[in-house]
């Protein structure tokens, strides 16, 4: 399984970089979108999309330094 590569079913499309781990089966008449890492078994007639969020955390002010002191050189 380590050289396997991957097994695509019949009228299944893979997107723009999508990249296939070995020994990945894709059933057929399955769509995946772009920028997907695929493992495992992908079932008949599915639609494969990635789903992202984005989380929003409070952040502490930073004080930017002057450019003066223990890093200018003399």
């Known amino acids: ?7 695509l079913g019949d009228y299944s499309r893979l997107g723009g970089n999508v990249v296939t781990s070995p020994g990945t089966l894709v059933g057929p008449y399955t769509w995946v ?8 078994f992908i079932e008949r007639s599915k639609l494969v999309m990635l789903k992202q969020e984005l989380k929003k955390f409070d952040n502490e002010e930073i ?9 200018e050189h003399k």
Request: hydrophobic fraction near 40%.
């Open 63 to 71: 004080k930017l330094r002057t450019g003066e002191g223990e890093y």
């Open 1 to 7: 399984m380590e050289f396997f590569g991957a097994v």
């Open 33 to 40: 979108s772009s920028l997907i890492s695929l493992y495992g």
